[in-house]
T-cell receptor, first 115, second 113 residues
Framework: KQEVTQIPAALSVPEGENLVLNCSFT??????LQWFRQDPGKGLTSLLL?????REQTSGRLNASLDKSSGRSTLYIAASQPGDSATYLC??????????????FGKGTKLTVNP | DGGITQSPKYLFRKEGQNVTLSCEQN?????MYWYRQDPGQGLRLIYY???????QKGDIAEGYSVSREKKESFPLTVTSAQKNPTAFYLC????????????FGQGTRLTVV
């Protein structure tokens, strides 16, 4: 059974710091990995999608890497801002033997960026 | 604007009642999903549909039902058989089965009173 773990569960940093959020998964047979942002009481906003054949994706101050063989992904946030405060979720997409497919989520890292 | 619309934002249910949560998308996506989010837990898949008139159970389908009569709509009914329905419910969609990005609605918070 695929399990996704995110460490740390919570992180508090001063504004301007560069930071790394970690995501690990137990089964390397993934189709892709997606990072999301969730603000309190809101839905999920997609940040980056990395296909299983890719090593990294970049969008603005965000960079996500994927090492499928070791079951790890990192989300790097450069020059953090108070507006980056949110919960960050990673999810892996699986295609099961029966042909069904689903996203398996980690529990998230709650990030607070202090002014 | 293109996107996924969930309604209502807040919903209160009495014990023993069925309630239906709405999810509509105008992205022309084939696949749609329902997830449940509880504090301290990751999102868990309730039901999903890859094509009109077809849907599959996810990991926690008991006490829930869905329909997919139109491509743009995927309503979720929380039945009285669901013993602990208080949660945040999220609907998502993707263009097709494969490596495309999933997009989420803004969620419905259901509370049993």
């Amino acid at each position: 059974k695929q399990e996704v773990t995110q460490i740390p569960a919570a992180l508090s940093v001063p504004e301007g710091e560069n930071l790394v959020l970690n995501c690990s998964f137990t089964d390397s047979a993934i189709y892709n990995l997606q990072w999301f942002r969730q603000d309190p009481g809101k839905g999920l906003t997609s940040l980056l999608l990395i296909q299983s054949s890719q090593r990294e994706q970049t969008s603005g101050r965000l960079n996500a890497s994927l090492d499928k063989s070791s079951g790890r992904s990192t989300l790097y946030i450069a020059a953090s801002q108070p507006g980056d405060s949110a919960t960050y979720l990673c999810a892996v997409r699986l295609i099961t033997q029966g042909g069904s497919e689903k996203l398996v989520f980690g529990k998230g890292t709650k990030l607070t960026v202090n002014p | 604007d293109g996107g996924i619309t969930q309604s209502p934002k807040y919903l209160f249910r009495k014990e023993g009642q069925n309630v239906t949560l709405s999810c509509e998308q105008n992205l022309n996506h084939d696949a749609m999903y329902w997830y449940r989010q509880d504090p301290g837990q990751g999102l868990r898949l309730i039901y999903y549909s890859q094509i009109v008139n077809d849907f599959q159970k996810g990991d926690i389908a008991e006490g829930y039902s869905v329909s997919r009569e139109k491509k743009e709509s995927f309503p979720l009914t929380v039945t009285s058989a669901q013993k602990n329905p208080t949660a945040f419910y999220l609907c998502a969609s993707r263009r097709d089965r494969g490596g495309t990005e999933a997009f989420f609605g803004q969620g419905t918070r259901l509370t049993v009173v």
